[in-house]
Structure formats: structure tokens, C-alpha cells
């Protein structure tokens, strides 16, 4: 199901690459980086927040203008390790050793 201003949802994933916390929403392609893995994540969820606030905003134009904004190709790194994540979740076996935490979130939520 695609997302729209009014509903969907977008996954998220917070990870160590190096000697920085990466916090990533998916479907924006929203990233931040930080010391902190919980500063990484504050920072994303503040972002994604504002980014839907701003496409519920826009008024007059056609959904197919608007609705791939919210549908953003991820980038395949980050796609694969949410999906190694949620795999591991399922399973209950460990997250993969970079991976703090991930999840999915509720536009409607934010």
C-alpha cells in the first residue's frame, strides 16, 4: 500500500557504520548522523515528522504529484539491513551486530 498525506506508514533503522550513529526513515530517504545513537534517532523522527507535515500542507495538487514524495526509493544499504533486522526480529535471533534498534511507524502517529 502506498502512502498518501493522510495515511501509511515509513520504517526506520538506527545503525553504527564507523564511529557514528546513523538514524534512517526509509521512505523519505531521510538520514542523520550522530555520537549519540538516541540524538540520531530524536533528530530522524523530528525530520520525518516535519517532511509530512509539509506534504499534508500542500494543497491543489494531484496525489500522483505528491504521493511519490512519501514513496521514495530507499537506498538498497539501508534496505537491506532494516530487512536482516526485521528477519532476525521474526526469528528472534540477535539484530545484526550494527543495528541499535529499527521499526515501522504510522504516518497518522507522527
Known amino acids: 500500500m502506498a502512502n498518501t498525506p493522510q495515511k501509511g506508514v515509513y520504517r526506520w533503522i538506527?545503525?553504527?557504520?564507523?564511529?557514528?550513529?546513523?538514524?534512517?526513515?526509509?521512505?523519505?530517504?531521510?538520514?542523520?548522523?550522530?555520537?549519540?545513537?538516541?540524538?540520531?534517532?530524536l533528530e530522524m523522527q523530528e525530520a520525518a515528522r516535519g517532511?509530512?507535515?509539509?506534504?499534508?500542507?500542500f494543497r491543489g495538487f494531484r496525489p500522483q504529484v505528491i504521493n511519490p514524495v512519501l514513496n521514495q526509493k530507499p537506498d538498497k544499504e539501508y534496505e537491506q539491513?532494516?530487512?536482516e533486522a526485521r528477519s532476525a526480529a521474526q526469528q528472534r535471533r540477535p539484530f545484526p551486530r550494527n543495528v541499535l534498534d529499527f521499526g515501522v511507524r504510522n504516518l497518522a502517529a507522527v
Not at 538506527?14 to 534517532?41: H, S, T
Open 14 to 41: 538506527v545503525f553504527r557504520k564507523g564511529k557514528e550513529w546513523i538514524a534512517a526513515a526509509l521512505e523519505f530517504n531521510i538520514v542523520q548522523m550522530a555520537d549519540d545513537p538516541n540524538i540520531a534517532y
Open 51 to 57: 517532511y509530512i507535515e509539509a506534504a499534508q500542507k
Open 81 to 83: 539491513l532494516w530487512n
